[in-house]
């Protein structure tokens, strides 16, 4: 009887928007990573623990690779390409649906330094005839010496296990890396602030561009009523975008308190209560004061 154990580390990497974030949250089965439809969601390497009986993979979804256009982007991009050097294997993803685009060239040209095996992951398969599939294969197949060209739907589930599978047979022997009951090795309080991130981001839509950041002020656990009490700012680059995300009558403030609570709820699995501040802090992507204090720091990678 085989009583190996494989285990390792996997980056995925890909242009902004193809559903990397869905990926982690179908496999890790509950929500770690924010998934919105604008691009470059994620900001940080975020870690999805997958364990089964003899095998134990840690997922690190980076954010998108793209060209930077201020200090928030600039590290990013950093994050991402140093995770490449950092794992056991690397999941390429792409949106079937858009195909080709000038980004993933720019992701290509990176991974030629990189001296690991690379899996093509053609995801959102749903949203494309099967027909259409094979010419995008072989585009690909031209372009890098992919390990193998996987197709799937992060959303629908299609293929997912099939890919684990794979990537299971690539993992070296090695030790469980964490507890089988561990999804992340993020702070609760990262995974929190992400959580109301993603409900400013998706309410407010087009209004709001990328210049939201959450910060955690506090959390408490008060055992006399069983409840967690969380004070959290929303931080915007405009005094114009605070009238935004603070609604009339402060309708669009509650609405996202109210639907990041439900997730928060389903997270720590107690009541929950949400104390939502918003403030103004001009043009902090390029300030790398308000980047360290957000949570982008560029000593820790």
Not at 163 to 179: D, I, R, S, T
Request: proline residues 5%.
């Amino acid at each position: 009887m085989d009583n190996t154990f494989k285990s390792g580390f996997i980056a995925i990497i890909g242009r902004p928007n193809v559903g990397k974030s869905t990926f982690m949250n179908r496999v890790i089965g509950q929500k770690i990573a924010i998934m919105s439809d604008k691009p470059q969601t994620t900001r940080n390497k975020i870690q999805g623990v997958w364990t089964e009986d003899d095998a134990q993979i840690v997922f690190i979804d980076t954010p998108g690779i793209h060209k930077p256009k201020h200090k928030l982007g600039d590290f990013m991009v950093k994050v991402a390409e140093q995770s490449l050097n950092e794992v056991d294997a690397i999941m390429f993803m792409i949106n079937a649906e858009e195909g080709y685009g000038r980004g993933d060239q720019f992701i290509i040209d990176r991974l030629e330094k990189v001296d690991k095996p690379v899996f093509l992951i053609i995801n959102k398969i749903d949203k494309v005839h099967p027909d259409d599939l094979l010419p995008l294969i072989d585009q690909y197949r031209g372009m890098y010496d992919f390990e193998e060209i996987i197709p799937i739907s992060a959303l629908e589930g299609n293929n997912v296990s099939h890919l684990l599978e794979v990537f299971k047979a690539q993992l070296p022997e090695g030790p469980q890396y964490y507890p089988e009951d561990q999804i992340t090795d993020h702070p609760e309080r990262f995974i929190i602030s992400e959580m109301i991130r993603e409900k400013a981001l998706h309410l407010t839509r087009e209004e709001i561009p990328h210049s939201i950041a959450v910060v955690i002020d506090g959390i408490e656990h008060r055992e006399q009523s069983a409840t967690v009490y969380i004070q959290a700012t929303i931080i915007i680059e405009r005094p114009s975008q605070k009238g935004i995300i603070i609604g009339k009558q402060g309708k669009m403030l509650k609405e996202i308190g109210q639907r990041a609570r439900e997730d928060i709820e389903a997270l720590l699995g107690t009541k929950v209560f949400l104390d939502l501040w918003v403030k103004v802090q001009k043009d902090w992507r390029n300030r790398q004061l308000q980047l360290n204090e957000y949570g982008y720091r560029d000593d820790e990678y």
